[in-house]
């Protein structure tokens, strides 16, 4: 828990946004259509981040799991305090990280493995979910490898699916902030949850039909970008930025949040197990191309990661000069 001392919201706020230029469309993905493999590709080399329809998870397991962390979300603070602060896994409010990051968030860490010790009620409810959705996360990946000619198909996806995989799983909630008015700070924002790429492979986000989501563009403008409860918004992480050596983005994104509404996300972060090598792949690397990284182990990025801030340019510690 921070201490806040008066004004609050003073230390959550963010300048005004540059607009872009041209707002660009999100590129949304038909994973039902046979020629989404070349859409993917393009997504992630272009943004690092797109929509996906037609994704198979069943409404029911993403419909228990909101309401389930409604409910959490809604329960005293003495509650869910309990389950706090987390180490790394468990309930936190307003502080994200250890090295002084906050933002207008409450949230839940939990770790994607099936049978790990969640809140009570969550057990089942989150093992349906991020079961169905890694299965997705790992045809996306599969459909990847296939576009760009990777053998064997599973190069990313068996990572997700080893035993030992890392994969966290995180639920948002960024509770509304009556005192703050927009207009009457000179445009600045409240921050739910400050820029950041996300240092695992890919990330599978789902959100409620609350605004607050995000992305940087090339250009440096942010782009907002509007909810849909149903589809589910991807990221490309650090670790597939690098595997492929630099051809896809691992794209930055925040969250600001809403004065008036509530905003509930559920992400999976699909990581790889702590021991796995990361470095491009062998294939990816055309002629003379050299790798643009130094090799590292997943372990070793986590624990860089986890002594950053936030805003850090974590890969930057491991790129070749
Ligand atoms: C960003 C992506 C995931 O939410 C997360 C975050 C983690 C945390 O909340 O503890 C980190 C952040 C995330 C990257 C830098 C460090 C670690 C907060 C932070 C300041 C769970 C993750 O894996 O990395």
Not at 29 to 54: M, R, T, W
Request: charged letters at 25%; hydrophobic letters at 35%; one cysteine or more.
């Amino acid at each position: 828990m921070v201490t806040v001392s008066k004004p609050i919201i003073e230390q959550f706020l963010v300048k005004p946004n540059t607009s872009p230029l041209v707002i660009p469309d999100i590129p949304l993905i038909d994973l039902s259509k046979p020629e989404s493999k070349q859409h993917l590709v393009k997504a992630c080399q272009d943004f690092g981040f797109f929509k996906v329809v037609n994704h198979g998870v069943p409404l029911k397991f993403i419909n228990k799991l909101e309401s389930e962390a409604v409910n959490f979300f809604n329960s005293p603070l003495a509650t869910k305090e309990k389950f706090g602060p987390p180490d790394p896994f468990g309930y936190g409010n307003k502080c994200i990280g250890r090295n002084g990051d906050v933002g207008w968030v409450e949230y839940l860490l939990l770790n994607a493995k099936p049978e790990s010790d969640y809140p009570e009620n969550f057990q089942g409810i989150v093992n349906d979910y991020a079961t169905s959705v890694k299965a997705m996360a790992c045809e996306i990946l599969e459909l990847l490898a296939d576009e760009l000619k990777l053998q064997p198909r599973n190069v990313f996806s068996k990572l997700l699916k080893d035993e030992q995989s890392d994969s966290v799983f995180r639920v948002n909630h960024y509770p509304p902030c009556p005192e703050f008015q927009e207009k009457e700070r000179n445009g600045s924002k409240l921050v739910g949850f400050g820029e950041h790429t996300d240092p695992q492979i890919i990330s599978v986000l789902r959100s409620n039909n609350t605004s607050g989501l995000e992305i940087s563009l090339r250009d440096g403008s942010w782009m907002s970008v509007p909810p849909d409860s149903e589809s589910f918004f991807i990221n490309v992480g650090d670790s597939l930025q690098v595997m492929t050596n630099g051809r896809f983005k691992s794209v930055k994104h925040r969250v600001v949040a809403n004065g008036t509404k509530s905003r509930v996300s559920m992400i999976y972060f699909g990581g790889p197990p702590l021991s796995e090598k990361i470095a491009p792949l062998p294939s990816l690397m055309q002629g003379e191309e050299d790798s643009l990284y130094k090799e590292f182990t997943w372990f070793e990025y986590k624990k860089s990661a986890f002594n950053s801030r936030l805003s850090d340019n974590r890969l930057g510690l491991f790129e070749k000069i």
